[in-house]
Nanobody, 121 residues
C-alpha cells in the first residue's frame, strides 16, 4: 500500500517562506514507476486547486497564482517532492495536499493527509 507522508506546514508572516516535503514510501512499485507528484491548495470554503506538479519525466506545471514565488522539485529515488514557497501571501493560507498519480494506469491517485499553512498579515 502506497501512502504519502507530508511535512513542513506552519505559521509564517506575510512575505516569509516555507518548504513542504512529501515522500511516497513504496512508490517504486510498477504501477507508480512513472508518475506525477504534486501539491494542491485548499483555502477555507474553496475548492482544492493545483499549486504545482512534476512528473518523473520532469514535466512541471504551476498554478497561475504561485508562478515566480513557488518552486517544485523532486528526488528520485526515493519519490519525494518538495515545494519551496517564497513571498507568501495571506491568501496562500489553507491546507496543502500532496498527490501521487500513476501515469501507468488511470484512477490511481493517492492523496496525503494534508498540512496546514497559515500566513499572517
Amino acid at each position: 500500500q502506497v501512502r504519502l507522508v507530508e511535512t513542513g506546514g506552519g505559521l509564517v508572516p506575510a512575505g516569509g517562506s516555507l518548504r513542504l516535503s512529501c515522500s511516497a514510501p513504496g512508490a517504486s512499485v510498477s504501477l507508480f514507476r512513472s508518475n506525477v507528484m504534486g501539491w494542491y491548495h485548499q483555502a477555507p470554503g474553496k475548492q482544492r486547486e493545483l499549486v504545482a506538479s512534476m512528473s518523473t519525466g520532469g514535466r512541471v506545471r504551476y498554478g497561475d497564482s504561485v508562478k515566480g514565488r513557488f518552486t517544485i522539485s523532486r528526488d528520485f529515488p526515493p519519490n519525494t517532492v518538495y515545494l519551496q514557497m517564497n513571498t507568501l501571501h495571506p491568501e496562500d493560507t489553507g491546507v496543502y495536499y500532496c498527490k501521487l498519480s500513476s501515469l501507468i494506469r488511470d484512477n490511481n491517485d493517492i492523496w496525503g493527509q494534508g498540512t496546514q499553512v497559515t500566513v499572517s498579515s
